[in-house]
T-cell receptor, first 115, second 111 residues
């Protein structure tokens, strides 16, 4: 398995533009997580899905952020409109509940810079 | 006060030294995770534990539920161990995937 795949790896955009980050979880995993990492706040959970259904989106900073998981193999995190303070590394992770070791597997991250 | 505290924030060691990174938490947990973030940014899960001790190669993780404390030990440290080590807890009674993260410990092992 190729692991969790994220695209793009780097994104530079201007304030006000729409940004879409993409994630393909590990096949067969039933949980998908979106995290944001900044120097100031470290890693933070934004939202997570179980079987494609959003379970907890309390970490989503504001209405400019939205996430979808239309099927088991694809999820998007959208920021519209983007702001400079959204600059961060965004990680997607997946896991399989019920395995003896409920490990989360992280993607390589998307480094977002909003100018 | 952060719910998950790590110490030290930064650690420099000489190759071969025994290293200990500490994690204290203030909430009830169902599990504690140790993650490793490489200089390139990738994150790898090292351990998930809810009691006792786990060992993987030169890495050992322990947890004391009563004291709400966990340690990550690295024996015979090597420059390739240089990374940020992050402690995270699964909050008991919280959503299954809701991890609370520490700020990380940046380890640098000199040859």
């Amino acid at each position: 398995d190729a692991g969790v795949i994220q695209s793009p790896r780097h994104e530079v955009t201007e304030m006000g533009q729409e940004v879409t980050l993409r994630c393909k979880p590990i096949s067969g995993h039933d949980y998908l997580f979106w995290y944001r990492q900044t120097m100031m706040r470290g890693l933070e959970l934004l939202i997570y899905f179980n079987n494609n259904v959003p379970i907890d989106d309390s970490g989503m900073p504001e209405d400019r952020f939205s996430a979808k998981m239309p099927n088991a193999s694809f999820s998007t995190l959208k920021i519209q409109p983007s702001e400079p303070r959204d600059s961060a590394v965004y990680f997607c992770a997946s896991s399989l509940l019920g395995s003896s070791y409920n490990e989360q597997f992280f993607g390589p991250g998307t480094r977002l810079t909003v100018l | 006060k952060n719910e998950v505290e790590q110490s030290p924030q930064n650690l420099t060691a000489q190759e071969g030294e025994f290293i200990t990174i500490n994690c204290s938490y203030s909430v009830g947990i169902s599990a504690l995770h140790w993650l490793q973030q490489h200089p390139g940014g990738g994150i790898v899960s090292l351990f998930m534990l809810s009691s006792g001790k786990k060992k993987h190669g030169r890495l050992i993780a322990t947890i004391n539920i009563q004291e709400k404390h966990s340690s990550l030990h690295i024996t015979a440290s090597h420059p390739r161990d240089s990374a940020v080590y992050i402690c995270a807890v699964s909050h008991y009674g919280g959503s299954q995937g809701n991890l609370i993260f520490g700020k990380g410990t940046k380890l640098s092992v000199k040859p």
